[in-house]
């Protein structure tokens, strides 16, 4: 499910990125990697970049902890449903 927040396997790739880091937020994480290389690190660079990608990080976690939350909520009315029609 690519959106406009994921890059291409190729520009990964280029970019040298980890597997583990191939999220729904990549294509953030490639100019903010460049940021960081052209400025040796420095903690109080790449602001803009860094606060865009964590972000992107945390409305992600959200959204999969909505879906479990609902995921989770559908099972138990199936189990509900399930013992209402044994009795």
Known sequence: MPSS???????????????????QCSALLIPLNTCRRENYYLPWT?????????????????RRMKKMSK?????AEQ???AAEAII
């Open 79 to 81: 189990t509900a449903e």
């Open 5 to 23: 927040l994921t890059a291409s396997q190729e520009e990964l790739k280029a970019a040298k990125v980890p597997l583990a880091w191939r999220d």
């Open 71 to 75: 995921l989770k909520l559908q099972q």
């Open 46 to 62: 790449c602001e803009n970049e860094r606060h865009g990608y964590e972000k992107c990080q945390y409305d992600d976690m959200m």
